[in-house]
């Protein structure tokens, strides 16, 4: 097994973009408006890391850890996140994060309150009561998504693909489901969540 390269405060600046970095750790570190645009990120850490305004746009990052880090200001245009872990990120604080990707990542308690999702594709990623509140979710898919008691308080769903997704906490008397994408179980599950009973014969002996 390789071992991890550790970094310290010193060596940021030798950082450089379009770069390959392997099994890196760079937690806890000042990594504020470092330029790692275009690089290739495998297996590394940046957990707690501090990235206001670090410029990753066309970066590709691939199982790597980047929970709890401070992300305001980051540029994320056009960068693939695949099998990351991203818990606790705030992305509502002039994040970019247009043509950004997201691959089963681990969204749990994120935050994204307000922003335009609109096309963006989330397939398989986890957002385990994550903030969606007041999102656009317009041709959005949240395909096998675990989406467990996600607050999407005043969201806008239309042509929002939530086929697969687990949706224990949906409340359907509070969301306006309007526009979302289904399959039929789980459309028992929310007739359920409204105290309808579903009887698949029309007349049981």
Same mark, same amino acid.
């Given at each position: 097994?390789?071992? %991890?390269?550790?970094? !310290?405060?010193?060596?940021? /600046?030798?950082?450089?973009?379009?770069?390959? +970095?392997?099994?890196?750790?760079?937690?806890?570190?000042?990594?504020?408006?470092?330029?790692?645009? &275009?690089?290739? &990120?495998?297996?590394?850490?940046?957990?707690?890391?501090?990235? @206001?305004?670090?410029?990753?746009?066309?970066?590709?990052?691939?199982?790597?850890?980047?929970?709890?880090?401070?992300? /305001?200001?980051?540029?994320?245009?056009?960068?693939? =996140? !695949? #099998?990351?872990?991203?818990?606790?990120?705030?992305?509502? %604080? *002039?994040?970019?994060?247009?043509?950004?990707? =997201?691959? %089963?990542?681990?969204?749990?308690? $994120?935050?994204?309150?307000?922003?335009?999702?609109?096309?963006?594709?989330?397939?398989?990623?986890?957002?385990? #009561?994550?903030?969606?509140?007041?999102?656009?979710?317009?041709?959005? $898919?949240?395909?096998?998504?675990?989406? !467990?008691?996600?607050?999407? +308080?005043?969201?806008?769903?239309?042509?929002? *693909?939530?086929?697969? /997704?687990?949706?224990?906490? =949906?409340?359907? %008397?509070?969301?306006? /489901?309007?526009?979302? @994408?289904? @399959?039929?179980?789980?459309?028992?599950?929310?007739?359920?969540?409204?105290?309808? #009973?579903?009887?698949?014969?029309?007349?049981?002996?």
């Amino acid at each position: 097994m390789a071992k %991890k390269k550790t970094y !310290t405060q010193d060596d940021v /600046a030798h950082l450089e973009p379009d770069e390959i +970095y392997n099994d890196c750790v760079f937690d806890k570190l000042d990594l504020r408006h470092v330029d790692l645009s &275009f690089s290739e &990120f495998s297996g590394c850490t940046f957990r707690d890391c501090s990235l @206001i305004g670090a410029k990753l746009n066309g970066a590709i990052f691939q199982s790597c850890d980047l929970s709890n880090a401070n992300i /305001a200001g980051c540029n994320f245009f056009s960068t693939e =996140f !695949t #099998e990351c872990r991203m818990l606790g990120l705030d992305f509502t %604080k *002039d994040v970019k994060i247009l043509a950004t990707k =997201f691959s %089963k990542c681990n969204l749990n308690f $994120s935050v994204w309150r307000g922003l335009d999702l609109s096309k963006m594709d989330f397939k398989g990623c986890s957002f385990l #009561e994550a903030d969606l509140s007041q999102t656009n979710l317009k041709d959005t $898919s949240l395909m096998n998504c675990n989406l !467990t008691h996600v607050d999407f +308080y005043g969201a806008k769903f239309d042509q929002t *693909d939530l086929r697969g /997704a687990n949706l224990t906490g =949906f409340n359907i %008397k509070v969301h306006n /489901a309007h526009g979302i @994408i289904i @399959i039929p179980a789980q459309f028992h599950y929310l007739a359920e969540e409204l105290g309808i #009973e579903i009887i698949d014969a029309a007349n049981p002996a």
